[in-house]
């Protein structure tokens, strides 16, 4: 089952700023994306565009190896390479452009195919609710860097 939607949200963030905070793998990032479960974070590696780093969520319980690639300017690309729930090749990507008057306008697109029952229910709940989900949880965290001066 694959489920698919785009989003777009304006903040107060620069897009270097989002940039930065979606490409943090320090064992700060889950205290700075507050879905992400702390226990399912891994870094395997962490290059100058690149990263490979297995991240999930306890509720219900999904996780998998991504691929980060944030080689063009203002956008991050996450590629699932491994997981026991997603299928190979489900993806995400954030792209973010100044805004006129300050901050950003970001686009995501959100793309996942399931490979197993409990990934089955968390897709049907992101058929759901996934878009405005996601522009809350992005929303936030990214206006948090702002507010925090991060």
Same mark, same amino acid.
């Given at each position: 089952?694959?489920?698919?939607?785009?989003?777009? @949200? /304006?903040? &107060?963030?620069?897009?270097? +700023?989002?940039?930065? *905070?979606?490409?943090? %793998?320090?064992?700060? !990032?889950?205290? !700075?994306?507050?879905? @992400?479960?702390?226990?399912? %974070?891994? $870094?395997?590696?962490?290059?100058?565009?690149?990263?490979?780093?297995?991240? #999930? +969520?306890?509720?219900?319980?999904?996780?998998? &190896?991504?691929?980060?690639?944030?080689? $063009?300017?203002?956008?991050?690309?996450?590629?699932?390479?491994?997981?026991?729930?997603?299928?190979?090749?489900?993806?995400?990507? *954030? &792209?973010?452009?100044?805004?006129? #008057?300050? #901050?950003?306008?970001?686009?995501?697109?959100?793309?996942?195919?399931?490979?197993?029952?409990?990934?089955? $229910? #968390?897709? @049907?709940?992101? !058929? *759901?609710?996934? !878009? /405005? %989900? %996601?522009?809350?949880?992005?929303? /936030?965290?990214?206006?948090? @860097?702002?507010?925090?001066?991060?």
């Amino acid at each position: 089952m694959r489920t698919s939607f785009e989003f777009d @949200l /304006r903040t &107060t963030a620069t897009p270097d +700023q989002i940039v930065e *905070v979606l490409t943090d %793998f320090s064992a700060n !990032r889950p205290k !700075r994306w507050p879905a @992400l479960s702390a226990g399912l %974070f891994h $870094v395997y590696s962490v290059g100058d565009t690149e990263a490979v780093v297995q991240e #999930g +969520q306890n509720l219900p319980k999904i996780y998998a &190896t991504w691929h980060y690639d944030w080689s $063009v300017p203002g956008t991050v690309s996450m590629t699932v390479t491994d997981s026991p729930y997603l299928e190979t090749g489900s993806y995400h990507s *954030v &792209t973010a452009i100044a805004a006129p #008057g300050g #901050g950003s306008d970001v686009h995501g697109v959100w793309t996942n195919t399931a490979k197993n029952n409990s990934a089955k $229910v #968390g897709l @049907l709940m992101m !058929r *759901v609710i996934g !878009r /405005r %989900f %996601f522009t809350r949880y992005y929303q /936030r965290v990214f206006d948090q @860097l702002t507010e925090s001066g991060a």
